[in-house]
């Protein structure tokens, strides 16, 4: 047994008298000991000084906060299909005619009709049941031969819709008995509009692939999306409201998607200004915008309070050469591509 351990023993027996009792096994009494020690050996934390200063709490700068409206039409069709995409396309239909079952001709068309010797004729012109897959026989010999080159002309959906018109057209003719009208199918409207040759950014019947978007011109010639500083009383949504119906008029039937504000924009002064009314220190403003949807109607500057000057319609990319490229930064990501 070492001397340390006969040490803590005596201290134990004349320190805690207590704890030397039969009751308690020795290396628990020499336990006890060394946390007496050790709890004795801990030194006391300092109280607070009473006379600490008080902090307070830092002011950052105040800006004047605004409500924007990203308010968009959009796309009104599909978008082209790339050369390869109209080929693959094309490809599937012909697939399809080759791997489909034979046409049943005579469970449509009675034998020795007008309306069979009218197919008979239209066979022998395309080689086929299909109307828009071309000149192409799908149980001959060539019949594996059903792919076309990129840019072919007869993978183009306005030859298509052509060829389908055409042969509607040549059998309403056919079978009607009046021979001296000729019967005229309409066509379907051009992709491109009449706003789109004519480059009219004002109007809405303009790249109908695309989304546009609503932007104002001040009085100062900056352009921007309609905006205006939100009242003490108003939440943001109801700012954008407000703020739409005064700078492009009532005429136009829209809403609100949702609450919350998709981007926002600050704007830094170069020199602070005071306020008249509130006589606060201004360092800018912070712009918070708020999406919006147009489904009839037009913008009219005609009555707004904003003292705005010209309006257009433009697509993301468009918006580039009109912004100011910080304010472009801001909100570029929360414009659709399409």
Known sequence: ???GSNGARRVASILRPSIAEQRVCKSCQETL???NYASAATPISPKP????STTFPVV???YTINAGVLLSRPPQITRDLTDFEKAYYFYQKRLNERLALPFTKYFYFKRGTPLDEDWKRKVRERQTAARDIGKYNAYGQEAWNDELLVGAKESEPEYIAEALI?????TANNTSQDTSKQESIPRPHPRVTEADKKGDT???DRALQRTLYLLVQSKEGYWKFPSSPVAADETIRLAAERTLEQSAGVNMNTFMVGYHPV???????????????TGVTLAGEKTFFIKGRIMA??????????NLQNFKWLAKEEMAKYLLPPYYAAIKNALADR
């Open 33 to 35: 000991v060394r946390r």
């Open 60 to 62: 950052g700068p105040t």
């Open 202 to 204: 004002q109007s809405l």
């Open 297 to 306: 109607g037009q913008a009219d500057l005609s009555a707004n309070t904003q």
């Open 166 to 170: 055409s042969d509607a057209e040549s």
């Open 1 to 3: 047994m070492s001397s």
């Open 263 to 277: 981007s926002h924009y600050v704007y830094n002064a170069r020199k602070p200004k005071t306020d008249e009314t």
């Open 49 to 52: 000084s009473s006379s600490a």
